[in-house]
């Protein structure tokens, strides 16, 4: 990836080739619709070929050393520093992102690899004593773990890199090859990264990355020969795809519609500085955004106030600005969906207290009250700047209504009395638990991912990589007799 290629080709890999088709797609950017670079559809055929060269290349990948997948790994870590600047400028340009948010995500994702360097000198096994019974006297067993097959990682466009790199890293850390399908609206990014990952000494055809028809994505979801589907996206879509995957493993990283409680003891002025951060960083287009807030009745007035007085201040304008706080949605079609959303909740009783407006790709920060649990911007996932305002009376109450959803994916819990943090942990039906921040919170190398319609199996290289391999046991019988 160079500053040269930004707006010019950039081909696709696949079997251990840099590649062309009939089919050029351009990449255009949502805040201008100015070209941000071609790329290319991968024909039916040269998809078969990547399925062949990971299937093939799964044979040396699995048998590679520890210190080669290592190395490997370190020189990843070593060009994403050296080339984070111009990553970000191009997730800014495809996805959308401000310049300071796209940065943030670069830097994470050389974290995301520096936990699969060093992950990748842990995955350790155990010694089992057998001899439990006279008739097992002397026997014993080892137990190891090994990569599954090749993984189809598919992707969306909010995280164009770092959710990629969730996928890429510890499939190279357990000795996995892969097929990489980038989102169509930002593919760039992901393609810049198998780059890299190629350039780093990856054998030919154990990074695969192209953008293909839904027929042909289906089909590798359908094929045997691809022995895990990790997906990050809609739950529809997760669903629908499990539901194809056959005798696949599958880890579904879906959708939330994250709520957060905020009790009267917490510090309500750093409660508002997270909420804002967490409702309307990147436009609310992350899957772990904050949607629902539920506030202390005591402390509701002043937070209110603390809260929109700081969604006023943010400066909506171009993703390249350093003064930007909040770039376009991926698309105008996204924001009239979202904005459908608000005038539908007004139109039955929600009361606007800040936004509303849409301006083709660009919805203004909007904060909702006197919602209904029914309505689509408490039930579902709105993934744009929206967010809903209500009070609670107990803890217990606060906990049953974020519970009160089809999703899981992670709540937070903004308080210092223990009682009820541990009630949050107990009761709360989510994968992650944040306490005094945000569910927006994320740390890359800790477990991640949802209950209920928000997905199964968790990622972070570590967790991931449990996802990716088996265990496999050896019996051993030393006498022979």
Same mark, same amino acid.
């Given at each position: 990836?160079?500053?040269?290629?930004?707006?010019?080709? #950039?081909?696709?890999?696949?079997?251990?080739?840099?590649?062309?088709?009939? #089919?050029?797609?351009?990449?255009?950017?949502? &805040?201008?619709?100015?070209?941000?670079?071609?790329? &290319?559809?991968?024909?039916?055929?040269?998809?078969?070929?990547?399925?062949?060269?990971?299937?093939?290349?799964? #044979?040396?990948?699995?048998?590679?050393?520890?210190?080669?997948?290592?190395?490997?790994?370190?020189?990843?870590?070593?060009?994403?520093?050296?080339?984070?600047?111009?990553? =970000?400028?191009?997730?800014?340009?495809?996805?959308?992102?401000?310049?300071?948010?796209?940065?943030?995500?670069?830097?994470?994702?050389?974290?995301?690899?520096?936990?699969?360097?060093?992950?990748?000198?842990?995955?350790?096994?155990?010694? $089992?004593?057998?001899?439990?019974?006279?008739?097992?006297?002397?026997?014993?067993?080892?137990?190891?773990?090994?990569?599954?097959?090749?993984? $189809? =990682?598919?992707?969306?466009?909010?995280?164009?890199?770092?959710?990629?790199?969730?996928?890429?890293?510890?499939?190279?850390?357990?000795?996995?090859?892969?097929?990489?399908?980038?989102?169509?609206?930002?593919?760039?990014?992901?393609?810049?990264?198998?780059?890299? =990952?190629?350039?780093?000494?990856?054998?030919?055809?154990?990074?695969?990355?192209?953008? !293909?028809?839904?027929?042909e994505a289906q089909g590798m979801v359908e094929d045997d020969r691809l022995k895990v589907l990790s997906f990050t996206g809609s739950a529809a879509v997760g669903w629908a795809l499990k539901a194809k995957a056959g005798k696949k493993r599958v880890v579904l990283e879906l959708g939330g519609n994250a709520g957060v409680a905020i009790h009267s003891d917490a510090n309500l002025d750093f409660a508002a500085d997270r909420c804002v951060m967490g409702g309307f960083?990147?436009?609310?287009?992350? !899957?772990?955004?904050?949607?629902?807030? &539920?506030?202390?009745?005591?402390?509701?007035?002043?937070?209110?106030?603390? $809260?929109?007085?700081?969604?006023?201040?943010?400066?909506?304008?171009?993703?390249?600005?350093?003064?930007?706080?909040?770039?376009?949605?991926?698309?105008?079609?996204?924001?009239?969906?979202?904005?459908?959303?608000?005038?539908?909740?007004?139109?039955?009783?929600? #009361?606007?207290?800040?936004?509303?407006?849409?301006?083709?790709?660009?919805?203004?920060?909007?904060?909702?009250?006197?919602?209904?649990?029914?309505?689509?911007?408490?039930?579902?996932?709105?993934?744009?700047?929206?967010?809903?305002?209500?009070?609670?009376?107990?803890?217990?109450? =606060?906990?049953?209504?974020?519970?009160?959803?089809? &999703?899981?994916?992670?709540?937070?819990?903004f308080t210092n009395d223990m009682r009820a943090i541990m009630q949050a942990f107990e009761k709360l039906e989510a994968g992650g638990i944040i306490v005094n921040d945000v569910p927006t919170y994320r740390a890359d190398p800790m477990p991640y991912g949802g209950t209920k319609d928000s997905g199964i199996g968790r990622e972070g290289v570590r967790y991931a990589i449990q996802e990716f391999t088996e265990p496999r046991v050896l019996v051993v019988n030393p006498?022979?007799?």
């Amino acid at each position: 990836m160079s500053t040269q290629t930004l707006a010019q080709e #950039h081909k696709f890999l696949a079997a251990g080739e840099w590649k062309t088709s009939p #089919h050029p797609v351009e990449i255009r950017s949502p &805040y201008n619709g100015e070209v941000v670079g071609i790329t &290319y559809e991968a024909s039916p055929e040269q998809v078969e070929q990547a399925v062949q060269a990971a299937s093939q290349a799964f #044979h040396q990948t699995r048998s590679l050393p520890t210190w080669r997948r290592a190395e490997i790994l370190q020189n990843i870590v070593q060009a994403l520093k050296a080339q984070q600047e111009t990553i =970000a400028r191009l997730i800014a340009l495809e996805a959308g992102k401000p310049i300071k948010m796209a940065r943030a995500e670069a830097t994470r994702a050389v974290l995301t690899f520096t936990d699969a360097l060093e992950e990748s000198k842990r995955i350790r096994g155990e010694w $089992l004593p057998l001899d439990l019974d006279a008739n097992s006297t002397g026997r014993f067993a080892l137990v190891r773990r090994f990569p599954v097959g090749p993984v $189809l =990682a598919i992707t969306p466009f909010n995280f164009p890199v770092n959710l990629v790199a969730h996928k890429l890293a510890p499939a190279l850390a357990c000795g996995a090859s892969a097929i990489l399908k980038p989102p169509p609206q930002a593919p760039l990014s992901t393609m810049g990264l198998a780059r890299i =990952a190629h350039e780093a000494g990856a054998p030919p055809g154990a990074v695969n990355s192209l953008l !293909c028809g839904i027929p042909e994505a289906q089909g590798m979801v359908e094929d045997d020969r691809l022995k895990v589907l990790s997906f990050t996206g809609s739950a529809a879509v997760g669903w629908a795809l499990k539901a194809k995957a056959g005798k696949k493993r599958v880890v579904l990283e879906l959708g939330g519609n994250a709520g957060v409680a905020i009790h009267s003891d917490a510090n309500l002025d750093f409660a508002a500085d997270r909420c804002v951060m967490g409702g309307f960083a990147y436009s609310g287009q992350v !899957c772990i955004s904050v949607q629902r807030i &539920y506030v202390h009745q005591p402390a509701f007035d002043e937070f209110a106030s603390k $809260l929109l007085d700081r969604v006023k201040r943010l400066r909506l304008g171009d993703p390249l600005s350093e003064q930007t706080d909040m770039g376009p949605m991926i698309s105008a079609q996204a924001a009239q969906r979202a904005e459908g959303w608000i005038q539908d909740a007004v139109n039955a009783g929600a #009361h606007l207290l800040a936004g509303g407006e849409r301006d083709g790709s660009f919805l203004q920060p909007t904060v909702l009250t006197r919602t209904k649990p029914e309505m689509n911007v408490c039930a579902e996932e709105v993934f744009a700047p929206v967010v809903t305002l209500e009070s609670y009376d107990n803890i217990e109450d =606060a906990l049953a209504r974020i519970n009160d959803s089809p &999703y899981g994916l992670q709540a937070g819990v903004f308080t210092n009395d223990m009682r009820a943090i541990m009630q949050a942990f107990e009761k709360l039906e989510a994968g992650g638990i944040i306490v005094n921040d945000v569910p927006t919170y994320r740390a890359d190398p800790m477990p991640y991912g949802g209950t209920k319609d928000s997905g199964i199996g968790r990622e972070g290289v570590r967790y991931a990589i449990q996802e990716f391999t088996e265990p496999r046991v050896l019996v051993v019988n030393p006498s022979g007799a």
